[in-house]
């Protein structure tokens, strides 16, 4: 199994930058393919970003693409999603996931997620 434990999220203004930390537990987190995913207020959530296991693949969601940047450290057992000129409607509460498998986007792909943490952006 896998514990999953986010960390990083704060307030923040429109245009600023944050980094968000996702600490795993577990002798098996680098070949866990990694996944970031959010979740606003009255929406469902939805994917951000996904990286397999090696780090050497990585997916974006297209309000993702450009602006976030997901890597892995398996040394630390850390997955870290970069977070570059926020928006408003990037508020949401982001949640790390992980699968024993390849890489995906569908959230019912991953077993193992954290609590979240809450990422709020302001006009």
């Known amino acids: 199994q896998v514990q999953l434990v986010e960390s990083g999220g704060r307030l923040v203004q429109a245009g600023g930058s944050l980094r968000l930390s996702c600490a795993a537990s577990g002798r098996t987190f680098s070949r866990h393919t990694m996944g970031w995913f959010r979740q606003a207020p009255g929406k469902e959530r939805e994917f951000v970003a996904t990286?397999?296991?090696?780090?050497?693949?990585?997916v974006y969601a297209d309000s993702a693409k450009g602006r976030f940047t997901i890597s892995r450290d398996n040394a630390k057992n850390t997955v870290y999603l970069q977070m570059n000129s926020l928006k408003p409607e990037d508020t949401a509460v982001y949640y790390c996931?992980?699968?024993?498998?390849?890489?995906?986007?569908?959230?019912?792909?991953?077993?193992?997620w954290g609590q979240g943490t809450q990422v709020t952006v302001s006009s």
């Open positions: 996931a992980a699968r024993s498998a390849g890489i995906a986007t569908y959230i019912y792909s991953y077993p193992y």
């Open positions: 990286i397999s296991w090696s780090g050497g693949s990585t």
